[in-house]
């Protein structure tokens, strides 16, 4: 295991354009993976529109992975159907910690760059990556991949293990 980056917050905001995987609707919820580390959100009944804002809470260690989400809707008496699934570079994300520090920004809202949608990342559109009162936080939406439709918006922000001997 590799240096310690500290936390990683993701707060699964909402879905939109989920997929019909029960008779008329979907029971989602959404699987997050980073490395062996697993988190879900609790399933939001009969709705394709789903608001969580849930956050989910990550260990951040070096080499940084790549966060990969899967929903699934609940079923009751047989095999959570799928509904989609996104992987997400946390790359960006860090390099623009790492360039947080050397700016030195640690008031008011700074745009630290922005991360256009590529093979890294399943990206709807471009997504920010600005440091807000110090903490580096990213929202972007996710479009999911193997079904017709569906995206899920998440909010990323990274809480750094502070130096020792510093406060």
Known sequence: MGENLGQLKVTVVQGKRLVIRDFKSSDPYVVVKLGSQVAKTKVINSCLNPVWNEELCFSLTEPVGVLNLEVFDKDRFKTDDRMGHAHFSLHPLISAARLRKVLKVSSGE?????????????????????????EVIQVAWL???GVESGEIQLKMKLIETPVAGTR
């Open 110 to 134: 700074t745009m630290l760059r922005k991360v256009v949608p590529d093979s890294e990342n399943c990206l709807v559109g471009e997504s920010s990556i600005a440091c807000v009162d110090g």
């Open 143 to 145: 479009r999911l991949c």
